[in-house]
């Protein structure tokens, strides 16, 4: 058998292996499961969030980053609010604009940030909700 055969599956299955698991759940947020959630006591992270938000977009990557292979993380459900088309929702948790995060271990909320991209906030935010 030729090597040139097996270079697509080996390929393949290189990238596989490399790629950084996605350890958190991440949801659309629904009141629903977002109670379930609590009431399980997970550790929840809610990102209020816009496409056309430049702060959005980086506390976005922050987060994929810090949850990405993190086995810490396997538990955390990310439920993210859309700031467009979700205002009854992100109001309900008493959110006042786009780039907001809301750390919650169960039922209790744990922390907010509030329209900031610093990394080292939002990864104590990450870190608060597995205490």
């Known amino acids: 058998m030729s090597l040139r055969r097996f ?9 596989v292996a490399v ?3 996605q350890a958190a759940e991440v949801k659309k947020f629904d009141r ?4 379930a959630a609590r009431a399980a006591g997970k550790p929840i ?11 959005c977009a980086s506390q976005n990557r ?28 992100w109001q309900a948790l ?7 995060l809301i750390g919650y271990k169960g039922a209790r909320e744990v922390g907010r940030v509030e329209f900031k991209a610093d990394k ?3 990864n104590e935010l990450l870190a608060q909700t597995l205490r």
């Open 94 to 100: 008493g959110v006042r604009k786009q780039g907001t």
């Open 7 to 15: 270079l697509p599956i080996a390929a393949l299955a290189l990238a």
């Open 62 to 89: 922050t987060i994929k980053k810090a949850v990405a292979g993190n086995a810490a993380y396997d538990k955390l459900v990310i439920f993210e609010v859309n700031y467009d088309s979700q205002k009854a929702d």
């Open 120 to 122: 080292a906030v939002i």
């Open 19 to 21: 790629a950084p698991a």
């Open 45 to 55: 992270l809610v990102d209020v969030k816009a496409w056309w938000c430049p702060v």
């Open 32 to 35: 629903a499961s977002f109670e």
